[in-house]
T-cell receptor, first 111, second 116 residues
């Protein structure tokens, strides 16, 4: 069966520090991968998606970047965090069913 | 472009009462529609989805939703609320224009509280 792992679960970082969140998927190959951010009262916002290794599409201009170095690995990064980067970050994958499978999320607090 | 509007950011019901969470969508092509549930500090779980065919869709935990094209709605219902239903619920839309990328547009969510 397929599983998705996302870590860390919580993270507190100072403004200006770098960020790296990692997501891996097991039990499937060539999944579509997604990073969503959930800010209080604003629902889920799609940040990045990837349909293959090295293929990244950005949905909104921002302080973040994403990379897909391996088929089932998706990384969200920032060189310098801003206060506005705080939120709950969710990784997700999909195959052919149009169903998204979500990770357990990372609560990021930038102070 | 697609969009989703969830009416009511917070809905409160009594245990055993009907649950009705409203969702209206906008899409230029026939949509795929989804309801997800999120428990505190967790990811989202799929409750149900509509793609094609029968407009009344049954999901997990006794929830169901009806696709009404004329009203551009996909409201979520459950006949009798249970304490364990307390969570945040998200409606989402995806276009079915083809291709391999299934991007979902989510509503802002509705927090459901269930009172004993």
């Amino acid at each position: 069966s397929q599983t998705i792992h996302q870590w860390p679960a919580t993270l507190v970082q100072p403004v200006g520090s770098p960020l790296s969140l990692e997501c891996t998927v097991e039990g499937t190959s060539n999944p579509n991968l997604y990073w969503y951010r959930q800010a209080a009262g604003r629902g889920l916002q799609l940040l990045f998606y990837s349909v293959g290794i090295g293929q990244i599409s950005s949905e909104v201009p921002q302080n973040l970047s994403a990379s897909r170095p391996q088929d089932r690995q998706f990384i969200l990064s920032s060189k310098k965090l801003l206060l506005s980067d705080s939120g709950f970050y969710l990784c997700a994958w999909s195959a052919t069913s149009r169903k998204l499978f979500f990770g357990s999320g990372t609560q990021l607090s930038v102070l | 472009a697609q969009s989703v509007t969830q009416l009511g950011s917070h809905v409160s019901v009594s245990e055993g009462a009907l649950v009705l969470l409203r969702c209206n969508y906008s899409s230029s092509v026939p949509p795929y529609l989804f309801w997800y549930v999120q428990y505190p500090n967790q990811g989202l779980q799929l409750l149900l989805k509509y793609t094609t065919g029968a407009t009344l869709v049954k999901g997990i935990n006794g929830f169901e939703a009806e696709f009404k094209k004329s009203e551009t709605s996909f409201h979520l219902t459950k006949p009798s609320a249970h304490m364990s239903d307390a969570a945040e619920y998200f409606c989402a839309v995806s276009d079915n224009s083809g291709g391999s990328n299934y991007k979902l547009t989510f509503g802002k969510g509705t927090l459901l509280t269930v009172n004993p």
